[in-house]
């Protein structure tokens, strides 16, 4: 056995008979009082779970889905909303060994159709303002459930919505009767994140219960979280920041989450306050929103986000640590310390649960101080995701032949070994926390029939960091419109097939696209023609 082999193999070990079940329970025998979570409502009264109730709730929860028909190894859709209702259906289909399949909430038709299809999900869990939706996207499910409210918030058609989509009530799903033990592995399947890529469809990446507890312990580990520890969380439930850096983190720990429906800059500091948050994953959105507001003393001890920004900590009076990491990688593959923050800027240093080389184009390493594509190596089903689910394809260009990761991502690392984010390799925009194929929307946009060809970009955004725009050359149809009418055909068809976040905000009509070498579309030259958007 080569030492490659022999350290897979003791990292599978150390998740030996574990799983999310065995953490959750081990925290409410242990500290069966203790607050798990804290749901702070934008109407309404706060409630809270300690870790006995939590595990009470998703066991009978789980126990209801079982008497429904859901087995281990299930697909089941989690389509909510920031929400109690989201994080006691994560953990029933954990404790059922069913895999959680936490969707975008911004997706579009076409969207659910396709998560639903691809995973052969066998019902969904929803909220009022979603259930017509899933109900004509994913008319093969056996049934779908759907709760009483909008994140806490009343809606006028909520009471029975249930009834409209031929639908059962969220509530009806819970029992009295125990669950029937169900036996699951480290290795078993635990929940599915679709995540955008260069190809026209999300992909599916599948995580283990190994994964799962990596994701929390490795990332309570890099932010030395302990029980004391308290935590708001606004960025949504269904990504890996808030599943995997904020839920999973706090409750290996022993911590507490406070969870907010999204991201209010004139609830931040009362909310803090008021339960003594001591850390919080941030955005640069988060950061640029408060800027305008007074800071109050505070508890907190750090932020965490995209890179370290000491002015940024100086201002309100935290320390912030940079991080860098991806649905398939679980955690932060690269990370600052908290008492170590480095340089303005950094991402950090490599974590050390895992390795990473920079490569130029030819595949060789590249020394100090270049920019080169970031290639990162685990254990596939510990510390890096299991598969691209029901995707070969995609698995077999991730990986080469020596287990490295291909992430992507462009870096730098200077000569005392901080490395820097320098671009995406991939055709990928960062549109506020979401990242978000340009070939996706590219797909759509042909499918109008209006282009000969087109090439979307991002567009520098003072608060979003960048917004996706697309540059046209019409087709005979696209070419008996005016601008304004194509641009506004273009922009409508998008708002029907993709999520918001991914709807170009301006269409660009040019009769040619510059070119670079082998014919490829200069997407850094059309990117140089758009000024930034500073409103």
């Not at 799983?19 to 934008?42: C, G, H, S």
């Not at 929860?61 to 920031?82: E, P």
């Not at 005392?416 to 797909?443: C, H, T």
Request: hydrophobic share 40%.
């Amino acid at each position: 056995m080569n030492l490659k082999s022999k350290i897979d193999q003791t990292r599978h070990a150390s998740m030996q008979g574990l799983n999310i079940p065995w953490m959750l329970a081990q925290w409410a025998e242990r500290t069966p009082d203790k607050i798990a979570v804290i749901w702070e409502p934008f109407t309404g009264e706060s409630q809270s779970w300690t870790y006995e109730r939590l595990l009470q709730d998703a066991g009978r929860l789980a126990a209801g889905l079982q008497k429904r028909g859901v087995d281990k190894g299930d697909f089941v859709i989690i389509h909510l909303d920031n929400s109690p209702e989201f994080v006691l259906s994560w953990y029933a289909c954990a404790l059922l060994g069913a895999v959680a399949v936490s969707t975008n909430t911004r997706s579009v038709a076409r969207d659910m159709s396709y998560f639903a299809d691809h995973t052969s999900a066998v019902c969904a869990i929803t909220q009022p303002a979603f259930a017509k939706l899933i109900r004509s996207a994913c008319p093969d499910i056996r049934f779908l459930a759907v709760t009483d409210n909008d994140c806490g918030e009343a809606d006028n058609e909520a009471p029975d919505m249930a009834q409209q989509v031929d639908a059962v009530p969220f509530a009806d799903l819970f029992s009295e009767a125990p669950v029937e033990p169900v036996a699951v592995e480290s290795a078993d399947n635990l929940s599915v994140q679709f995540t955008s890529g260069t190809t026209s469809r999300p992909k599916a990446v599948l995580w283990t219960h190994a994964n799962g507890l990596w994701a929390g312990k490795v990332s309570a580990i890099h932010m030395r979280l302990r029980r004391e520890d308290i935590t708001l969380v606004y960025m949504p439930l269904f990504h890996t920041n808030a599943q995997g850096y904020s839920m999973l983190a706090t409750h290996w720990s022993g911590g507490t989450m406070v969870m907010q429906p999204r991201f209010s800059s004139s609830r931040f500091w009362d909310v803090c306050l008021k339960h003594r948050v001591s850390w919080v994953s941030m955005i640069p959105f988060g950061y640029k929103a408060l800027m305008s507001q007074p800071v109050p003393e505070h508890q907190m001890r750090f932020w965490g986000g995209p890179a370290s920004l000491p002015g940024i900590g100086a201002h309100f009076g935290v320390e912030t640590i940079g991080w860098w990491g991806m649905t398939e990688t679980l955690t932060q593959g690269i990370v600052t310390d908290v008492d170590h923050p480095g340089p303005h800027g950094t991402l950090g240093r490599v974590a050390p649960e895992y390795e990473i080389d920079i490569r130029d184009e030819q595949g060789a390493s590249v020394p100090a101080g270049q920019k080169g594509l970031l290639f990162i190596r685990g254990v596939r089903g510990v510390s890096l995701f299991k598969e691209y689910y029901r995707n070969p394809e995609a698995n077999a260009s991730a990986f080469d032949q020596d287990g490295w990761f291909d992430t992507g991502d462009i870096v730098r690392m200077d000569p005392d070994g901080w490395l820097y984010f320098s671009d995406r390799e991939k055709d990928m925009l960062k549109v506020g926390a979401e990242n978000v194929a340009a070939s996706e929307i590219e797909s759509v946009i042909m499918q109008t029939g209006l282009a000969d060809e087109c090439a979307v970009v991002g567009q520098k955004h003072a608060m979003l960091d960048e917004v996706p725009v697309v540059f046209i050359i019409p087709s005979e149809k696209g070419k008996a419109l005016t601008e304004e009418e194509l641009a506004a055909r273009v922009i409508s068809y998008c708002e029907v097939n993709l999520a918001d976040f991914k709807v170009v905000r301006s269409v660009f009509r040019v009769s040619e696209l510059p070119r670079s070498t082998l014919e490829k579309i200069a997407k850094n030259e059309l990117r140089a023609r758009l000024p930034a958007i500073t409103a």
